[in-house]
């Protein structure tokens, strides 16, 4: 790949004298029989054009738009000069995984959305580029600095998802003697067994987590943390808690026929296809050769629409209430599963499962034609039914995808201590500190259903809220 025309890295017209260039790209017909990444790295001369295309204006608006407020400016000058490793650097120093984040985060509403350059032309190339410089440093031997000494304070992470992992990170780097919990015997949380791997392989999760692993982190795999330890025994063994638990019970489907066989939630069929996961011990979601509907429009549907296609599925359809310019899910993923063969049916609501000839499987939704109308709380406009547009979409299995919840712990749980709002999310100060001093939580549990990024924002600052309790207590 190169630059429709030859330009000077770092020149100040680049942005208007070099396209943009997507990164390479495997064609639909090849990765839907596979769940090998579909995206490859840019050659290093297309790195250099691609960074050269930042103005480095003086009010970087792309930093704001980055929860982690990243020095993006900063490492696409040294990527435009060909200094990759320095530029690696930088990236990792506002970010505790930076070749994972390049990889899921939805840049187009983070930072390239907010890119200045929107304004007369594309935005420039930034994840493409942090995947290129972070690989690039990975593959050159890039080390981590040293953490430092042994402080003698010990801290328990619940979780090894994206939080779990960014706290544990960060708090190795300060000295502490640092134990994660995680309830699957494999580590990664949703990066390993939530998100497919044709967006994120799972060879580099277990790259970073065997990076922690060598500085020192501790993993206890297989122990559910109000199940199999409580709360009184983790205050007994450690000195602060970080709660990374995410927020993984599916919103449950509330029309007639939501009970029939074949109606299932998207996360376990997403973990099934993902990892083994002994822990779930479901019996095997079968869908090839079926008709297989989505429900919602977030990228948890999107993902199970291209796992569906990769499986085998006869088709795969989404069912959504709301238009494009109102689906949540990420443009880039949505615009993959149409190329790999996906249908979406938007402003369409379900409202009635109909079984098969047997009686107790789905075989139909029966569905409403949806229009828009006044914007609602949130500010996206509400939807309301179209009267006498019902139509019905075959289907032999039926994922919904509306979201999730926090998975409560069991009854009668320690953890019922811990102070929540009307969501069921965890309350928690400015230092991401509990209604229990020294218990802290950050992620899904406590903002909802949300980005990898902010789940990473959320865990630096607990750790630091974490070091700021050690360094306030009396001695």
């Not at 204006?57 to 490793?85: K, T, V």
């Given at each position: ?430 230092n991401q500190m509990t209604s229990v001093p020294g218990v802290f939580a950050g992620g899904d549990s406590v903002r ?28």
């Amino acid at each position: 790949m190169h630059p429709t025309t030859p330009t000077t890295p770092n020149s100040k017209y680049a942005w208007c004298l070099v396209r943009r260039d997507a990164p390479p790209k495997r064609a639909a017909a090849e990765r839907v029989g596979d769940f090998c990444e579909i995206y490859a790295n840019y050659d290093a001369a297309t790195v250099q054009a691609q960074a050269s295309r930042c103005i480095q204006c003086p009010d970087p608006l792309c930093m704001q738009g980055c929860p982690l407020s990243n020095r993006i400016p900063e490492w696409l000058a040294l990527a435009a000069q060909g200094d990759f490793m320095e530029a690696a650097l930088v990236s990792r120093s506002t970010s505790n995984m930076p070749e994972i984040c390049s990889r899921v985060c939805p840049q187009e509403r983070l930072c390239e959305g907010a890119c200045i350059l929107n304004g007369k032309t594309d935005p420039v190339a930034i994840g493409a580029v942090e995947r290129f410089i972070n690989d690039y440093a990975i593959a050159h031997g890039i080390t981590a600095p040293p953490p430092a000494p042994p402080n003698g304070h010990t801290v328990a992470i619940i979780g090894s998802g994206p939080g779990g992992i960014a706290c544990a990170d960060e708090l190795a780097q300060l000295g502490y003697d640092v134990t994660v919990f995680e309830a699957m015997l494999i580590p990664g949380g949703l990066l390993v067994n939530g998100i497919p791997a044709f967006k994120l392989e799972k060879h580099i999760v277990e790259r970073r987590i065997d990076t922690l692993a060598k500085r020192g982190v501790k993993f206890r795999l297989g122990v559910r943390v109000g199940w199999d330890i409580t709360l009184a025994d983790l205050r007994r063994d450690f000195e602060a808690i970080f709660l990374g638990v995410g927020a993984q019970k599916p919103k449950a489907l509330d029309i007639p026929g939501a009970d029939l066989r074949g109606v299932l939630p998207a996360l376990p069929f997403l973990i099934q296809k993902n990892v083994a996961s002994p822990v779930l011990n479901d019996a095997p979601i079968d869908v090839a050769g079926k008709r297989v509907a989505v429900l919602g429009g977030g990228d948890t549907a999107m993902d199970c629409l291209r796992t569906a296609l990769r499986c085998g599925a006869r088709e795969a359809v989404c069912l959504y209430r709301r238009d494009l310019a109102n689906m949540p899910g990420s443009r880039k993923e949505y615009a993959n599963a149409l190329e790999e063969g996906a249908r979406f049916e938007f402003l369409t609501n379900p409202v009635a499962l109909v079984p098969d000839a047997s009686g107790g499987a789905v075989a139909e939704v029966r569905c409403t034609r949806m229009e828009l109308g006044a914007p609602d709380a949130s500010g996206r406009r509400k939807p309301r039914a179209v009267p006498g547009s019902d139509f019905a979409v075959g289907a032999d299995l039926l994922l919904v995808a509306y979201g999730f919840d926090p998975a409560p712990f069991p009854p009668g749980s320690e953890f019922a201590q811990l102070a929540t709002d009307d969501w069921g999310g965890l309350r928690i100060d400015a230092n991401q500190m509990t209604s229990v001093p020294g218990v802290f939580a950050g992620g899904d549990s406590v903002r909802g259903p949300s980005l990898v990024v902010h789940a990473v924002r959320d865990a630096r600052r607990a750790a630091q809220g974490i070091h700021r309790f050690f360094q306030s207590a009396p001695r």
